[in-house]
């Protein structure tokens, strides 16, 4: 008997495997697992958005038709220093994106506002935003405190119920139709 050539034997190694092509997805090879975890990530992070306290903090969420962007807020600021209270120039004071922003109720922004404004010598800053829900519906004013001394800033004591204030303008609309 003899044996064949080798190259048969590679000839039909690789009949073999150009037969199965699902040979190499037999198991998770670790381009596969990064591409799971990235597809992971990318569904839990916006699931972060119903988890937070801050309402109108929509960032990294599903929020792209959301109505709290529609809410229209008045931004006002004052601060206590040495010759007394005086209001802020909110449109001087900031730039017109941060403005907007301020007025969009973003916790950490207002937090560096607050304290930029120690910074500049004030004793104490204060940051109210009245707001409107898009049906109209005037929300609990938003007061933010800073105490520069201390360096203790006080956020409002009930965050505005936006859900609530959405639920009444979904109301209205469904009576509309």
Same mark, same amino acid.
């Given at each position: *008997?003899?044996?064949?050539?080798?190259?048969?034997? @590679?000839?039909?190694?690789?009949?073999?495997?150009?037969?199965?092509?699902?040979?190499?997805?037999?198991?998770?090879? %670790?381009?596969?697992?990064?591409?799971?975890?990235?597809?992971?990530?990318?569904?839990?992070?916006?699931?972060?958005?119903?988890?937070?306290?801050?309402?109108?903090?929509?960032?990294?969420? %599903?929020?792209?038709?959301?109505?709290?962007?529609?809410?229209?807020?008045?931004?006002?600021?004052?601060?206590?220093?040495?010759?007394?209270?005086?209001?802020?120039? *909110?449109?001087?004071?900031?730039?017109?994106? %941060?403005? !907007?922003?301020?007025?969009? !109720?973003?916790?950490?922004?207002?937090?560096?506002?607050?304290?930029?404004?120690?910074?500049?010598?004030?004793?104490?800053?204060?940051?109210? !935003?009245?707001?409107?829900?898009?049906?109209?519906?005037? &929300?609990?004013?938003?007061?933010?405190?800073?105490?520069?001394?201390?360096?203790?800033?006080?956020?409002?004591?009930?965050?505005?119920?936006?859900?609530?204030? &959405?639920?009444? *303008?979904?109301? @209205?609309?469904?009576?509309?139709?």
């Amino acid at each position: *008997m003899s044996t064949p050539p080798k190259d048969a034997e @590679q000839s039909g190694d690789a009949a073999q495997r150009a037969s199965d092509p699902f040979d190499e997805l037999a198991g998770p090879t %670790w381009s596969s697992r990064l591409l799971i975890a990235f597809i992971t990530l990318q569904l839990i992070v916006p699931l972060t958005y119903y988890l937070r306290s801050d309402p109108f903090d929509e960032r990294f969420a %599903w929020r792209m038709f959301s109505a709290v962007r529609m809410f229209r807020c008045d931004t006002v600021a004052s601060e206590t220093g040495d010759q007394g209270e005086r209001p802020i120039d *909110m449109r001087r004071a900031v730039h017109r994106a %941060w403005f !907007n922003t301020l007025g969009r !109720n973003r916790r950490a922004v207002i937090h560096g506002f607050l304290e930029a404004r120690c910074e500049l010598g004030a004793r104490e800053v204060e940051l109210t !935003n009245t707001c409107r829900s898009p049906a109209g519906d005037r &929300l609990d004013p938003q007061v933010y405190v800073r105490d520069c001394a201390t360096g203790v800033t006080t956020d409002p004591q009930h965050p505005p119920d936006v859900e609530d204030a &959405l639920a009444r *303008m979904r109301q @209205q609309d469904e009576g509309v139709r």
